[in-house]
């Protein structure tokens, strides 16, 4: 018998032990494939994709860990490193030092291109491709609404990047 979380139903349990154990092992899987592939951890492909999708490639610090759900100690950490790979740079807010915005550079849209492809053969080949149509817009139906329960100002992802306000000096 499988493992059933106390003060829950068997059918509550299996549903919250998947979505746990999908939400920790997912992301090492996609981890270890774009280290191994692409020569960068999930996180910053994220950073870069996100910085693809926002006006002009660039976003504020602030927008942009908002839109990677990111404290700023870790964000400055990866910016740090991508800027020191040249994946993006950093540049002040024109009339306020106090800004800094992140601006995908060519070489960050080079790689995050490069990465692309065998990123998405993954994600097909352990998600996508397991589940049929049904089950796909099962799962999109049941996981939009925790996502919105979780997000409900929508501060994250590339719709919020879409929609943060333009950098400082533009």
Do not use: C
């Not at 790979?85 to 915005?101: C, P």
């Not at 995908?104 to 998405?120: E, I």
């Not at 999109?140 to 950098?167: I, W, Y």
């Amino acid at each position: 018998m499988a493992y059933q979380v106390p003060r829950m139903s068997e059918l509550e349990s299996r549903a919250w032990l998947s979505l746990v154990w999908t939400a920790e092992l997912l992301p090492a899987a996609l981890d270890a494939q774009l280290q191994a592939e692409s020569g960068m951890t999930h996180f910053e492909f994220i950073v870069l994709g996100t910085l693809r999708q926002a006006k002009g490639s660039m976003l504020r610090t602030k927008d942009l860990a908002a839109a990677v759900n990111a404290t700023m100690p870790r964000l400055s950490r990866v910016v740090g490193k991508l800027a020191a790979r040249g994946l993006v740079e950093r540049l002040g807010g024109a009339g306020d030092a106090r800004v800094i915005n992140v601006h995908l550079t060519t070489a960050g849209r080079r790689a995050l291109v490069h990465a692309l492809p065998d990123h998405l053969a993954l994600v097909k080949k352990i998600v996508i491709d397991r589940l049929d149509d049904a089950q796909l817009t099962a799962l999109a139906d049941v996981l939009e609404p925790l996502v919105q329960r979780l997000d409900p100002q929508n501060r994250v992802g590339f719709a919020a990047a879409q929609h943060a306000s333009t950098p400082a000096g533009e």
